[in-house]
């Protein structure tokens, strides 16, 4: 065989292999299990032990923005029946707490909710419109959405997160979820579980 066409078998049969890799299984993840169970609903009447939200007389205690935010968040739980430690450690993973953050994708506040989501299911979920720079109905909106979540998929944690994440299409069983829906179900969770165990920034 020519020199010329040994170069370019050896090209074809590169390429070839670095398409199978590139389309093949993803590589195992960091996260082969989902996380383990956190309540993620509350029950009608079902109160949850918080650190306090009171605000802080300690100088270097967190600010009061961030006990406001924290408060808000904990009454929208209250109200849609979900984990309080579960909606904060979306909205930390999410935005930090941050109400003016707005992503590359067009993502707004603190729960980081799409404009076109809120305008669709705004009136569904919370019959009204939303105005997502609003740190209080942003907030409702993104815990609405988690709960409609949540009952969609059961209870779901790893299921629901992936929804918010990535959309209805990407949910799947643990085995077959994308990595980066597996990334971001731990991180939300190991956010929900810093709270849980008074280890946040509040």
């Known amino acids: 065989m020519p020199v010329r066409d040994r170069a370019r078998l050896i090209v074809l049969v590169t390429v070839g292999a670095l398409g199978l890799i590139a389309c093949g299984p993803a590589q195992p993840d960091a996260f082969p299990q989902p996380p383990p169970a956190l309540q993620s609903s509350l029950a009608q009447n079902g109160a949850v032990n ?3 939200t009171d605000p802080t007389v300690d100088p270097s205690g967190p600010s009061l923005d961030l006990l406001i ?3 808000m968040l904990y009454d929208a739980a209250m109200r849609f029946h979900v984990n309080p430690y579960l909606v904060m450690g ?3 993973h999410e935005s930090g707490w941050q109400p003016d953050v707005i992503s590359s994708a067009g993502a707004v506040g603190i729960m980081q909710v799409m404009p076109a989501t809120a305008e ?3 009136p569904i979920l919370l019959n009204r419109v939303v105005n997502l720079h609003d740190p209080a109905e942003n907030i409702d909106m993104g815990t609405a959405i988690l709960r409609h979540n949540l009952d969609a998929y059961g209870g779901d944690i790893a299921k629901a997160l992936t929804a918010y994440y990535a ?8 085995d077959h979820l994308r990595a980066d829906c597996r990334r971001y179900v731990w991180a939300v969770y190991n956010a929900a579980m810093m709270f849980l165990q008074g280890r946040g920034p509040v």
């Not at 959309?167 to 643990?174: C, E, I, L």
């Open 90 to 92: 979306l909205a930390w």
């Open 69 to 71: 935010t924290k408060s």
């Open 120 to 122: 669709r299911d705004g």
């Open 50 to 52: 918080l650190p306090s």
């Open 167 to 174: 959309g209805g299409s990407a949910v799947t069983d643990w």
